[in-house]
């Protein structure tokens, strides 16, 4: 049984960086890629970026220059940072397993507000 | 980022059946086909189809999917009132080297 599970801040002031991260227990966490996805309030699927056990890293064009993923093997977690954030970044994030997203994160509403 | 492209909403009768697309370019769905995933309210989405077009376990045969070109289709028969929720499909796009979202379908049973 695989699971992921997710945590980190939620609210955030602009500018400031939101971090999360994602632990993953069962199954393996060398074959995959890892992802972080996120869904502003009423709206679709947004991929951020994705990473493997080895640290290559694959981000969305558009966040590319904001975002940083990074992976630590000893504990099956990988995390996400996002800099400078502002209301537009406000959304639930999510974890997933592969490129078919075979498994999720239970999703963390970050909130960006003055 | 350039997306794939899915109709906004979908409406069918119970018990009738529904077809939803998600069309790319060769860059993408034409290169590998979709991720076909299933979103209730509230809950992280549900894989329904890999882009090999396999059905991962506990998924009901009423899903299949299918893909011809640079789209991708979805079908469900029978349709049943916990099948209203928001579909997504979802690929990797060689030219970006990045994954790639449709803006999803909202299928409402009637």
């Known amino acids: 049984q695989v699971q992921l599970q997710q945590w980190g801040a939620g609210l955030l002031k602009p500018s400031e960086t939101l971090s999360l991260t994602c632990a993953v227990y069962g199954g393996s966490f060398n074959n995959y890629f890892w992802n972080w996805i996120r869904q502003p309030p009423g709206k679709g699927l947004e991929w951020i970026g994705e990473i493997t056990h080895s640290g290559t890293t694959n981000y969305n064009p558009s966040l590319k220059n904001r975002v940083t993923i990074s992976v630590d093997t000893s504990k099956n977690q990988f995390s996400l940072k996002l800099t400078s954030v502002t209301a537009a970044d406000t959304a639930v994030y999510y974890c997933a397993r592969g490129r078919d997203y075979e498994y999720w994160g239970q999703g963390t509403l970050v909130t960006v507000s003055s | 980022q350039a997306g794939l492209t899915q109709p906004p909403s979908v409406s069918k009768a119970l018990r009738q059946t529904a077809t939803l697309t998600c069309t790319g370019n060769?860059?993408?769905?034409?290169?590998?086909?979709a991720t076909w995933l299933q979103q209730h309210q509230g809950h992280p989405p549900k894989v329904l189809f890999y882009r090999n077009l396999n059905r991962p376990s506990g998924i009901s045969e009423r899903f299949s999917a299918s893909r011809s070109g640079n789209t991708a289709s979805l079908t469900i028969t029978g349709l049943q009132p916990e099948d209203e929720a928001d579909y997504y499909c979802?690929?990797?796009?060689?030219?970006?080297?990045?994954?790639?979202f449709g803006g999803g379908t909202k299928l409402t049973v009637l």
């Open positions: 979802s690929t990797w796009d060689i030219s970006l080297s990045a994954q790639v």
């Open positions: 060769s860059n993408n769905v034409g290169y590998q086909g």
